[in-house]
């Protein structure tokens, strides 16, 4: 089934939106580093169903890969989250070093149970350096 309004005009609101967070992802990197924040990239808020993101950005003249996985909690570690995605079970590694919020506030990678929904952030592969997870 066509989408006219996609096919005809050449992008919906909801791709128009995604473009646009996603070309402003380096820039909000590049500035918190050149501020001194020296800490990861926020999670990006990216619209729509999703459950896996890969996003290559340039950030300092050097490419690097942001990975986005949302899900559900089926298994969880003091070293890795496995999560619930349509089709997949990914799992995902985690360090002393991830930063975790739980309904927004900061909180540890003990706080986190099954059956929450989590969205995490990976750098190049590496393990998450960020955590945003709610409660059931």
């Known amino acids: ?9 050449g992008d919906s609101r909801n791709v128009r939106r ?8 380096p820039l909000l990197a590049c500035a918190g580093s050149a501020a001194g924040a020296g800490g990861p990239p926020q999670i990006p808020r990216i ?5 896996h993101v890969e996003l290559n950005v340039v950030i300092k003249k050097v ?9 559900k909690v089926i298994e969880i570690t003091t070293t890795s989250v496995t ?3 349509p089709g997949v079970k990914p799992t995902i590694p985690l360090t002393d070093e991830t ?3 739980l309904d927004g506030r900061p909180a ?3 706080s986190l149970r099954r059956k929450m929904t ?11 350096v960020r955590v945003r997870a709610t409660t059931v």
């Open 63 to 71: 490419p690097h890969t942001l990975i986005v996985d949302r899900g």
């Open 83 to 85: 999560l619930r995605e």
């Open 99 to 101: 930063i975790v919020t």
């Open 47 to 51: 619209p729509g169903k999703w459950s």
């Open 108 to 110: 540890s990678i003990s």
């Open 118 to 128: 989590v969205t995490t952030l990976r750098v190049d592969g590496g393990a998450a």
């Open 1 to 9: 089934m066509l989408n006219r309004n996609v096919t005809r005009r």
């Open 18 to 25: 995604l473009v646009v967070t996603l070309a402003t992802l």
